[in-house]
């Protein structure tokens, strides 16, 4: 499958069956993400593997959109870790780096035959405080990930793209 078939291949799965995720697919997937490039290669991301019971019901208590996947990933931006532009305030990447760090791990999932969903419908800061985190951290996603449940399916949305004449500008 080249990476065009696999990019709209790939759709958001919010049904998931109760099959664990096998560890070396997990592995695999959280390698995807360390692989990934970020401004500086300051590296300024955590990713926490939700899947026991007691963080996967704190975290269904946080979310409605943990979509009873087995497993949830939670990425973080470590704000003392990111790269700042020093030409202009407030221009920083630690977020944006965390979301490319997901988006790896979100593609060699479906890669391996694991759905996911990028959530941002969660409180971060009480996020943080429920899972004990640094308070230089800030939770930027959650990625409930396991394999489909058989009948799911892509939203209505899913293929409606606005054309490239309406988002890119050749200057």
């Not at 791990?105 to 640094?134: K, N």
């Given at each position: 499958?080249?990476?065009?078939?696999?990019?709209k291949?790939?759709?958001?799965?919010?049904?998931?069956?109760?099959?664990?995720?096998e560890?070396?697919?997990l592995?695999?997937?959280l390698?995807?993400?360390?692989?990934?490039?970020t401004?500086h290669?300051y590296?300024?991301?955590?990713?926490y593997?939700?899947?026991?019971?007691?963080?996967?019901?704190?975290?269904?208590?946080?979310?409605?959109?943990?979509?009873?996947?087995?497993?949830?990933?939670?990425?973080?931006?470590c704000?003392?870790?990111?790269?700042v532009?020093?030409?202009?305030?407030?221009?920083?990447?630690g977020?944006?780096?965390?979301?490319?760090v997901a988006?790896?791990?979100?593609?060699?999932?479906?890669e391996?035959?694991?759905?996911s969903?990028w959530?941002?419908?969660?409180p971060?800061?009480?996020?943080?405080?429920?899972f004990?985190?640094?308070?230089?951290e800030?939770?930027v996603l959650?990625?409930?990930m396991?394999?489909?449940?058989e009948?799911?399916?892509?939203?209505h949305l899913?293929?409606?793209?606005?054309p490239?004449?309406?988002l890119?500008?050749y200057?």
């Amino acid at each position: 499958m080249t990476f065009m078939e696999l990019a709209k291949a790939r759709y958001s799965v919010r049904k998931f069956s109760e099959k664990p995720i096998e560890k070396e697919k997990l592995e695999q997937i959280l390698e995807a993400g360390r692989i990934a490039p970020t401004a500086h290669n300051y590296q300024p991301y955590r990713v926490y593997v939700l899947q026991s019971s007691d963080a996967i019901a704190k975290i269904r208590e946080l979310t409605p959109c943990a979509f009873n996947a087995p497993a949830v990933l939670m990425v973080t931006a470590c704000r003392d870790e990111q790269w700042v532009n020093d030409m202009e305030k407030g221009f920083v990447m630690g977020e944006v780096d965390a979301a490319i760090v997901a988006t790896h791990m979100m593609l060699e999932a479906w890669e391996l035959g694991i759905a996911s969903c990028w959530v941002a419908h969660f409180p971060p800061t009480r996020t943080a405080d429920v899972f004990h985190l640094s308070h230089n951290e800030t939770p930027v996603l959650l990625m409930p990930m396991g394999y489909p449940q058989e009948g799911a399916h892509p939203s209505h949305l899913h293929e409606q793209r606005r054309p490239l004449s309406e988002l890119v500008r050749y200057l």
